[in-house]
């Protein structure tokens, strides 16, 4: 069982920046796939951003050029850089890790954009 603790979500205005932060649990973080995904209310869960084990991202078109994930395998973590936020931004934002063909989730830490 891998456990998953998102933090750093908050309150921001429009055009403010915050840095989200992954910590997985497991000596073999670095060969987990991470990702970051987003659920606001009303809405499904959609992917935000990825990061496989070697490195290579992958973003959703409405975060492309504001969104930068990466991850720090010395410490088990993956952060999400989110700039220019917009109030459609609003939403909880879970952590993943796929591993072995398993997904394991965060509890997810709400990120509100409003003036």
């Known amino acids: 069982q891998v456990q998953v603790v998102e933090s750093g979500g908050g309150s921001v205005q429009p055009g403010g920046s915050l840095r989200l932060s992954c910590v997985a649990s497991g000596s073999i973080f670095r060969f987990y796939d991470m990702g970051w995904y987003r659920q606001a209310p009303g809405k499904q869960r959609e992917l935000v951003a990825t990061i496989t084990r070697g490195n290579s991202t992958n973003y959703a078109d409405s975060v492309k050029g504001r969104v930068i994930i990466s991850r720090d395998n010395a410490k088990n973590t993956v952060y999400l850089q989110m700039n220019s936020l917009k109030p459609e931004d609003t939403a909880v934002y879970y952590c993943?890790?796929?591993?072995?063909?398993?997904?394991?989730w965060g509890q997810g830490t709400q990120v509100t954009v409003s003036s």
């Open positions: 993943n890790v796929n591993f072995g063909s398993k997904y394991y």
